[in-house]
């Protein structure tokens, strides 16, 4: 894994809500080092450590983001809730298949693909809605 597959937090990632933009930093922040973790060949447990992390903090954002859309009577509010248990149960069949597999790496590396992927698709097309609820 290159050094590029790491987020790069940029404007394109900016909702307009300051509060949730530092969250998503965060949330960035958990996944590159993920993929420091698998990019540098670090212990299985270190893997397991990041990942329980990013579920953690993911959760915990996402309720939050949730009341916030929800404040601003966005349109995007339920849109957002269903995508955002979307990406929960997706990583609780990743994190099954890690466990069962006794910490694949395989299956680490597929995880960190698909889930980042969703992530950054997701701020772009749905959180950064919130901007125009917040605005109006
Ligand atoms: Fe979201």
């Given at each position: 894994?290159?050094?590029?597959?790491?987020i790069?937090?940029?404007?394109?990632?900016?909702?307009?809500?300051?509060?949730?933009?530092?969250?998503?930093?965060?949330?960035v922040?958990?996944?590159?080092?993920?993929?420091?973790a698998?990019?540098?060949?670090?212990?299985?447990?270190?893997v397991?450590?990041?990942?329980?992390?990013l579920?953690?903090?993911?959760?915990?954002h996402?309720?939050?983001?949730?009341?916030?859309?929800?404040?601003?009577?966005?349109?995007?509010?339920?849109?957002?809730?269903?995508?955002?248990?979307?990406?929960?149960?997706?990583?609780e069949?990743?994190?099954?298949?890690?466990?069962?597999?006794?910490?694949?790496?395989?299956?680490?590396?597929?995880?960190?693909?698909?889930?980042?992927?969703?992530?950054?698709?997701?701020?772009?097309?749905?959180?950064?809605?919130?901007?125009d609820c917040?605005?109006?």
């Open positions: 894994m290159s050094e590029s597959m790491k790069v937090f940029d404007e394109s990632l900016h909702t307009g809500n300051r509060a949730v933009d530092v969250q998503h930093k965060f949330l922040d958990i996944i590159n080092d993920l993929a420091e698998l990019e540098t060949g670090q212990a299985a447990g270190q397991k450590k990041t990942l329980n992390l579920k953690y903090y993911a959760e915990w996402f309720e939050r983001e949730e009341l916030c859309m929800d404040r601003f009577h966005c349109p995007a509010a339920e849109v957002n809730k269903s995508a955002h248990r979307y990406f929960i149960e997706t990583f069949r990743f994190q099954g298949e890690y466990r069962e597999s006794g910490g694949s790496e395989d299956i680490a590396r597929r995880m960190y693909t698909e889930l980042t992927a969703w992530l950054v698709g997701h701020i772009k097309k749905i959180d950064t809605q919130l901007g917040v605005h109006a």
